[in-house]
């Protein structure tokens, strides 16, 4: 049985570490002579406001950097970078061009006469995946010749990895990522996101590790300096490698079970050859799951401080990207709003599938979909709706207040200043390097 070949490099040089992870990995193998190659990182985030740590967020520019040098090389003349950050505003046109920019692409551009693409500035097109999956994939990456996938190495809360399959959910318009987060008992997130690589262009994966996160994918989890690359023409064994090293059997984590099985694959890593460093040598577990109390009414930190009258149920798979985004800010204001005293027997839902409990004094709708689905329930005492898509979050706090939680507006008013207080855990710390975001 002719294997599937993985490559894991220590990084520890530029351009010679991700040279060696795509040599050893024969990743560029089947790259024609003037092929158009798009080159798709993870900038899952960004804002305008305020720096914020990107370690294990953010794909490092330093790879991008090394991946087009290596492309050069080869002979590529076309090559773009494309990515459709996840936005409050769906109008805004100026974030993503910041971003690109901050993060040093307008070099690029000048250098190798790179182009950067803004997704949603772009058509897209009506790709059927099978089984009722039928999502709008952005119109550059459908048509290249050859796809460069540069995920980061990562947890995720909901689908336990985030690496390059699932980054792959960044260029899909923003009605196929909410049709992801469906109520579906066995169509659900993960059996969406299984589908994303299946009508790919040729493509190369390589995990960009040199920063891991753990409970992402956003600012709010645990970064570290790990220094790793793991590379491989095969998208599904470069992930399953990756789900191991970060601690998980790639049979437990759905979606890459999901993938083999349509591939006719095993759940292990028996059709699998890794070459360069040993996984053991390497591995490092990380946590994806936000704990919460045994119920799952309230999120364990919470717990421990000693709130009373309130349950926020824990997150299910319904809950988009654009609601969830809020979460770690909506409970950093409910926590710092605590003065010891119960709240009035406040629940908060949010998603497409939770319900309210009968006796509870007041419910907070959170978001759109929540309204929709429970805006005529009847164990509903006094009902307090945030309606957007996403909510405004002056609307949140709004709403907070009408409940008796009594959360600074200030918080929500300059939200896009939060992400820049994270950043005070890694300052003083050298192995947390800005530089490896910049191109110089």
């Not at 798709?40 to 520019?61: D, E, Q």
């Not at 659900?188 to 590790?209: C, E, K, V």
Request: aromatic share 8%; hydrophobic share 40%; net charge neutral.
């Amino acid at each position: 049985m002719k294997k599937n070949l993985v490559s894991i490099v220590k990084y520890e040089k530029p351009l010679d570490s991700v040279r060696k992870a795509v040599d050893l990995s024969h990743g560029l193998d089947h790259l024609t002579a003037k092929a158009k190659v798009l080159i798709k990182p993870n900038i899952v985030f960004w804002t305008k406001a305020t720096n914020f740590p990107k370690y294990g967020v953010i794909t490092t520019s330093r790879v991008v950097e090394d991946m087009v040098v290596l492309l050069k090389e080869q002979g590529i003349d076309d090559i773009s970078i494309a990515e459709g950050t996840v936005l409050r505003n769906p109008k805004d046109m100026e974030t993503q061009l910041h971003a690109f920019k901050k993060l040093g692409y307008g070099e690029l551009k000048k250098r190798y006469g790179v182009q950067y693409i803004n997704i949603w500035e772009r058509p897209f097109e009506t790709v059927d995946l099978g089984d009722g999956v039928v999502v709008k994939f952005n119109t550059d990456i459908i048509n290249s010749d050859f796809v460069v996938d540069l995920p980061v190495l990562k947890t995720h809360s909901m689908t336990m990895v985030s690496l390059g399959i699932k980054n792959l959910k960044g260029m899909i318009d923003i009605p196929s990522r909410k049709k992801c987060h469906n109520t579906h008992p066995e169509k659900d997130l993960h059996f969406w996101i299984s589908r994303l690589a299946d009508q790919m262009p040729p493509m190369f994966t390589l995990l960009d590790g040199i920063y891991t996160s753990e409970r992402g994918p956003g600012i709010d989890g645990r970064m570290h300096r790990s220094d790793l690359l793991v590379a491989s023409a095969d998208i599904l064994s470069a992930d399953m490698v990756g789900a191991r090293i970060l601690g998980f059997e790639p049979a437990a984590v759905p979606h890459l079970a999901h993938a083999a099985d349509r591939r006719q694959r095993p759940h292990d890593l028996s059709d699998i050859e890794i070459v360069g460093e040993s996984i053991e040598s390497v591995a490092k577990p990380h946590g994806f799951d936000f704990e919460y109390n045994d119920d799952k009414t309230l999120p364990l930190p919470m717990e421990k401080m000693g709130i009373q009258g309130l349950s926020y149920y824990k997150y299910d798979l319904s809950l988009c990207t654009y609601c969830s985004g809020m979460t770690s800010t909506v409970l950093a204001a409910i926590a710092k709003a605590w003065k010891g005293e119960p709240w009035n027997d406040v629940e908060i839902l949010s998603g497409k599938v939770m319900k309210p409990t009968t006796g509870k004094k007041k419910t907070i709708l959170f978001g759109k979909c929540m309204y929709q689905a429970n805006k005529d329930n009847p164990d509903i005492q006094e009902m307090i709706a945030v309606k957007g898509c996403p909510p405004k979050p002056e609307k949140v706090s709004e709403a907070l207040q009408k409940a008796g939680i009594d959360v600074d507006a200030g918080t929500f008013e300059n939200l896009d200043l939060i992400p820049g207080k994270f950043l005070k855990r890694y300052e003083g710390k050298p192995e947390f390097d800005e530089a490896f975001y910049t191109i110089e």
